[in-house]
């Protein structure tokens, strides 16, 4: 059997940046991604759009990435669900905003502060996380979204905040309480404290 062993681009299709290039954006996700994941990537330029590549020697190399933290997003969502986490507590302007996203193509008419693309043969991991991921991030008041394409997805990201979320690591505990900041939330207070405790049960 001819197989073939995953693989990942990542390109910058648009951004409203204006104090950094696109190279710079992407040079600097793609510092993040490999000290997260682990991992080496290389980085080309096709005419004015940098493309990060990332070569995978197995499946099981790239599921290692795309499900380290499922099980962390489906554990915050089953205490949202369940009551464990009280939202009314989380007062900010994403959740009382009447904004509310709910595919990528309602996102395409939106001025958005960036949208990447992600290409890859091997999508069903992928289209797995980003359904559960936007889901989690839209009850946390996170404005992104995702549309499947033939050979990957475009994710879009209204706000830099949106786009700055996807670069901590949610495996680190310090990460979160950097997210945590980020929507203005005080790490005394009440909700933090229980937010923190549930991760503490998965060890984080």
Not at 128 to 155: P, Q
Request: glycine share 2%.
């Amino acid at each position: 059997m001819n197989f073939k062993k995953p693989f990942l681009e990542i390109s910058l299709i648009s951004t409203a940046e204006k104090k950094k290039t696109a190279l710079q954006i992407m040079k600097k996700f793609q510092k993040n991604f490999e000290e997260c994941y682990k991992i080496n990537t290389s980085i080309r330029m096709e005419e004015i759009t940098p493309i990060i590549r990332v070569e995978f020697t197995s499946k099981d190399e790239f599921l290692a990435i795309y499900e380290r933290d499922l099980d962390i997003y489906e554990f915050l969502l089953e205490n949202v669900i369940n009551g464990s986490l009280d939202l009314e507590e989380f007062k900010t302007e994403q959740l009382n905003s009447k904004l509310k996203i709910k595919s990528g193509s309602e996102q395409i008419d939106k001025e958005n502060y960036i949208v990447l693309k992600f290409t890859s043969n091997f999508k069903d991991p992928m289209r797995k996380k980003y359904n559960l991921t936007t889901k989690v991030d839209h009850i946390f008041g996170v404005h992104s979204a995702f549309e499947e394409v033939e050979d990957g997805f475009i994710k879009f990201f209204e706000r830099k905040e949106d786009f700055e979320d996807t670069m901590l690591d949610n495996l680190k505990r310090a990460d979160w309480e950097k997210w945590l900041k980020l929507k203005g939330i005080g790490i005394s207070t009440e909700f933090a404290k229980n937010f923190l405790n549930l991760l503490a049960k998965k060890n984080i």
